[in-house]
């Protein structure tokens, strides 16, 4: 009964697969792979099913996590001219450290001055490993986005990190992405801290929380998150 009930109320309504979708989509590929190999299939077994948690788009405690990035462009080197070039498309301001690690506090400190204006502006955070500055990177404005997405997509942060400077400038492709050596993500800057220390991510990038209607925005485009 309260199964019946949920399918009638979701019968008329649209939901969004917010985060996850590759989880989603995983899970579907084990479904139709364990149907092929189970003659007499019922629907009733486990693998038909996948957990979700289902939260009412207005709820004023929806809050999307930010996605931060670790980056090592293999073949890429980060030169001393890498934040002069940046200038091409972002105002580049910079935050004195107290030394080539950060403590969490600077971060936190980064992070809400990155918060300021977001709703107008594209404000990425930057570190560099072995420099004392906490970069903070604010987008021209009438920066053409290359690419053949939507609108949705190229209003959002991330999707302009990564077609204005991961792409563009350090010329990682779609590959870099499945591959946790050259791109690893993150909402929690502490982690981000830990593998800059770590050496092998020479770059690392913090960004805003993405507002949960710019999401639907994407979804209703009929596109996906980077």
């Given at each position: 009964e309260a199964i019946a009930s949920l399918q009638h109320e979701l019968a008329t309504s649209t939901v969004?697969?917010?985060?996850?979708?590759?989880?989603?989509?995983?899970?579907?590929?084990?479904?139709?792979e364990m149907?092929?190999?189970?003659?007499?299939?019922?629907?009733?077994?486990?693998?038909?099913?996948?957990?979700?948690?289902?939260?009412?788009?207005?709820?004023?405690?929806l809050r999307i996590q930010p996605q931060h990035l670790l980056v090592n462009p293999k073949?890429?080197?980060v030169d001393k001219?890498?934040?002069?070039?940046?200038?091409?498309?972002?105002?580049?301001?910079?935050?004195?450290?107290?030394?080539?690690?950060?403590?969490?506090?600077q971060i936190e400190e980064g992070l809400y001055d990155l918060s300021e204006a977001a709703e107008r502006k594209?404000?990425?955070?930057?570190?560099?490993?072995?420099?004392?500055?906490?970069?903070?990177?604010?987008?021209h404005d009438n920066v053409p986005i290359p690419g053949q997405h939507s609108d949705a997509w190229k209003r959002l942060d991330l999707s302009r990190l990564r077609a204005l400077i991961l792409e563009r400038m350090l010329g990682l492709g779609d590959d870099a992405?499945?591959?946790?050596?050259?791109?690893?993500?993150t909402s929690d800057f502490r982690e981000?801290?830990?593998g800059l220390g770590?050496?092998?991510?020479?770059?690392?990038?913090?960004?805003?929380?993405?507002p949960p209607e710019r999401l639907w925005a994407l979804a209703h485009a009929g596109d996906l998150l980077p």
């Open positions: 969004f697969i917010a985060d996850g979708h590759h989880r989603y989509a995983a899970a579907l590929a084990y479904r139709d149907r092929a190999q189970t003659p007499g299939w019922t629907g009733d077994e486990a693998w038909n099913y996948v957990l979700m948690l289902l939260v009412d788009v207005e709820d004023p405690g073949g890429k080197p001219d890498f934040t002069s070039r940046l200038e091409a498309a972002f105002i580049v301001g910079e935050k004195e450290l107290s030394g080539p690690i950060p403590e969490a506090s594209t404000r990425i955070g930057m570190l560099i490993a072995g420099k004392p500055h906490f970069y903070i990177l604010t987008m992405w499945s591959n946790t050596e050259t791109i690893a993500k981000v801290l830990v770590s050496g092998h991510y020479p770059l690392a990038f913090f960004l805003n929380p993405t």
